[in-house]
Structure formats: C-alpha cells, structure tokens
C-alpha cells in the first residue's frame, strides 16, 4: 500500500505541475502569440504560483483546510477551463481526470501533504503497516544502569533479575581498565538508586 501511495504522490506532484502551465499557456493562447500572449501567460504562472504558496500548499503562509480544497478547485478550474477556451479540449479531459484521480486519492486514503502536512501520509501508512518496526526503533530505557567501582548489595544482584556471569566479567573488566578499582576492593557493580551495605568490621 506504501508503495501505492508513492506512486499516486509522484502522479499528483505532476498534476500540479501540469495545472500551472496549462494556465499560462491558455493565457497565452487566449492573449496572442506575441508578446502579449508572452506577458499575460507570465503573468499567470506568476499569479498561480503566489496563491498556491499562499492558500494551497503545504507549507503555505495561510493554510487551512477550507483555503486549501478552495484555492485548488479555483486553480484547477482556470487550468481546464483555459484550455478548453483555447480549443484543447482533449487536453483538459485529460487533466481533470488526473487531478480528480490524484487528488481524490490522497484525500481518500488520508495521505494528501496539502491536508495532513505533519503525518505526511506516507509514514503514517508504514508506521501503521509495519508496528513492530517503529518500537523496535524507538530507544527504549528499559534496565538499570550500572556504575562500576561501587560494591553491590547482594553481589550480582539487580531490580527483579540476576546478572550473567558474561555480565558481572564485564563489570569486573570495565572496572579494570577505568582504573577505579583498587587492589583488595570488591569489583562488584551496584544499581543506582540502591545503598551500598557498608563492609562489616573484622573482630580482633
């Protein structure tokens, strides 16, 4: 389905695309060849451009729901209808049918980045196909932590478990090459948060 989706964004980018210049060159067209036809048509594409930066786009400067699905239907509607004034009638079937299909899509499957910026339909379809994937990339602070170099109060001890051997060896290591353990010392390891058991006095 992710993969499907991708392929509808890519469709629906050249839509866009596509819509943007059929209004300038249905300007073009409708106001000449020359250099008039030139100026109107630039003047289009320019005008296009800043309210679709404005209303329609997914970062636009005044999004809302309403000002997006507005300024689209008004820009999609001047494309096809430029185009069918200026006797491209089979090119505008062919764009409307585009964005109907590429628009409806998105917003059927709730993946348009115009509507939900944030989601950006594309993750929020893997993260929901694929679960188990996003926890295990999430850091997980499971487990207590170990500070080296502090004496235990039941030795190999820790909150609800026991350590391996493999792990209090590589306690002991860690304490080693740290330099903090000193000859005769306990090398054992402590969990934060516990009190360390004061070593008992040796009768005379």
Known sequence: MAQFIKVIHTFHYFAEALSWGAIAYS??????????????????????????????????????????????????????????????????????????????????FKAHPALHPHSGGQARLVSNANPKSAERRAPSNRGPRIVPGVQATSGEQRTGQFMTRREARLAREAQAKSGEVKAGEPTAARIVGETPKRPRKKKH
């Open 27 to 108: 300007a073009f067209l409708i106001f000449g060849r020359g250099w008039l036809g030139i100026l109107c048509g630039a003047l289009a594409l320019i005008a296009t451009i800043s309210v679709w930066s404005l209303f329609a786009s997914s970062r636009a400067f005044f999004r809302s729901p309403i000002a997006v699905v507005a300024s689209r239907v008004v820009l999609y509607a001047l494309a096809v209808v430029g185009l069918v004034v200026a006797e491209l009638q089979v090119e505008a079937i062919i764009l409307a049918v585009l964005l109907v299909l590429t628009e409806g899509t998105l917003i059927g």
